[in-house]
């Protein structure tokens, strides 16, 4: 496989491409006729800033004239090259033996762990839709809705209160018992009882574990993550709301934090 770094430097410019073997000796003829002037790379946003403008302009001299102005802007010859590639949909000649991209399974499963489904109904969506994007994209939209509402569990705690705390839980639970578990959470656990999520409660713990029984962030049969050791530090319910509570994003975050230090 031919493989085509993209790199930055310090000065914030992205190389788009690999140099072809004669790149440096254009470079030599093109600086001796210029005078041996300065050339600067192309900027990666002004290319991107070029492409949008192109994509949203109908105009056939629109077009010309907006590739004209990127054309002037790009001092580099080999560059230029590289940029008409790209104009045709091509990071190289039609004749150069290119093989670009990953295998259509690896990138379901990417999908699938990003957005907490399964690889199975990632190919379900694909089957119907046809594209990988437009199923990262609805799998986003679904997860950005789905995020907001739906509770997943991350420990069981025991410790952490007076017996006189403990006895006021039941005070705090009345009207919240349901004899189900509610439509909005997710849990691998049956519970002696089960509670209407609207309690919210501070909880301090030695560190995040993977755990196979716990939703939190669970993929399949991915394991999800785990408070260990953990302790109940206070109730929250006068200042948070339960939408307002640690998303699974903010644990995974601390999870992968923890790891360096």
């Given at each position: 496989m031919h493989r085509?770094?993209?790199?930055?430097?310090s000065s914030g410019r992205l190389g788009l491409f690999e140099n072809r073997c004669t790149s440096d000796e254009r470079h030599q003829a093109v600086n001796q006729l210029d005078g041996k002037k300065e050339e600067h790379p192309l900027e990666f946003a002004r290319l991107a800033h070029s492409f949008e403008k192109l994509e949203q302009t109908s105009s056939r001299l629109a077009l010309i004239a907006i590739l004209a102005e990127l054309f002037r802007s790009i001092e580099r010859p080999d560059e230029i090259e590289k940029v008409c590639y790209?104009?045709?949909g091509?990071?190289?000649p039609f004749f150069e033996a290119l093989e670009l991209g990953m295998a259509e399974k690896t990138v379901a499963r990417s999908i699938a762990i990003a957005y907490h489904t399964t690889p199975e109904q990632v190919f379900t969506l694909y089957?119907?839709?046809?594209?990988?994007?437009?199923?990262a994209e609805q799998l986003s939209k679904e997860a950005a809705s789905v995020s907001r509402d739906l509770f997943v569990t991350v420990s069981k705690i025991g410790t952490g209160l007076t017996d006189e705390e403990w006895r006021s839980i039941r005070e705090r639970t009345k009207g919240l018992v349901v004899d189900h578990k509610p439509a909005r959470v997710s849990s691998l656990i049956e519970p002696g009882v089960w509670l209407e999520p609207k309690i919210v409660v501070e909880v301090l713990a030695d560190e995040i574990t993977r755990s196979p029984i716990h939703t939190?962030?669970?993929?399949?049969?991915?394991?999800?993550y785990a408070l260990r050791f953990p302790r109940l530090v206070a109730f929250r319910e006068k200042d948070k709301r339960p939408e307002d509570a640690t998303t699974v994003e903010e644990l995974i975050e601390m999870y992968q934090r923890q790891g360096k230090k």
């Open positions: 085509l770094p993209i790199h930055t430097s790209l104009l045709q091509r990071v190289a089957s119907a839709l046809g594209d990988l994007g437009l199923v939190a962030g669970k993929v399949g049969d991915e394991p999800g």
